[in-house]
């Protein structure tokens, strides 16, 4: 009797969870959008992979994702984001769906994750470089309210040389 008492404590309180979370490479390039009222829209493919063993064999399975960003977020990811680029989304699980107007009586259905949380995980390195993934690159939260975020540099003083007194330090290069 309790655990059924708190099934319905939990329930009450928390309700229902749809959440996704991804990591993998952007499949394409982005389709970037806006919609009537000018808030951009942006959709893109994300694969994901999974290693299992099969008898004394590996084998590995790729899974396609769909992913819908909106707003500031969408804008901000527009700017650095390409095919290629390993990424984290966060969101939740919809599906849509329209009658298909080259066939009429027909049913489409498409399931997507609506982010609400993204991190590139190749570092941005701005217009024109690529964003290649190495183990010593941090990973770049995407803001949500701010379209750019510039990178942060800490002034320290060099010691072993007194050509420059002060250098600026990249917070990446930091082993901690």
């Known amino acids: ?36 009222t000018g808030t951009q829209v942006v959709s893109f493919g994300i694969a994901t992979n999974r290693r299992y063993k099969q008898g004394d064999e590996w084998k590995e399975q790729t899974d396609f994702h769909n992913v819908v960003v909106w707003g500031n977020q969408a804008t901000s990811l527009a700017q650095r984001a390409h095919k290629g680029t390993r990424l984290f989304v ?48 941090a990973s770049e939260p995407v803001d949500q309210e701010t379209p750019s975020k510039p990178a942060k540099t800490t002034k320290a003083k060099k010691e072993d ?16």
Do not use: C, H
């Not at 059924?4 to 309180?13: D, H």
């Not at 217009?127 to 290649?132: I, L």
């Not at 040389?161 to 901690?176: A, C, R, S, V």
């Open 90 to 137: 966060s969101g939740r699980l919809t599906t849509r769906s329209w009658d298909d107007p080259n066939n009429p009586g027909k049913k489409n259905y498409k399931t997507e994750v609506v982010s609400d949380q993204l991190i590139l995980i190749d570092r941005y390195e701005g217009k024109g470089q690529s964003m290649g993934a190495s183990a010593n690159q």
């Open 1 to 36: 009797m309790a655990k059924i008492q708190l099934f319905f404590i939990l329930n009450y309180m928390f309700g229902d969870l749809n959440r996704v979370e991804l990591l993998g490479n952007i499949t394409s390039d982005l389709n970037v959008r806006s919609t009537g």
């Open 161 to 176: 040389k007194g050509d420059n007194p002060e250098e600026l330090i990249d917070p990446n290069d930091l082993p901690f």
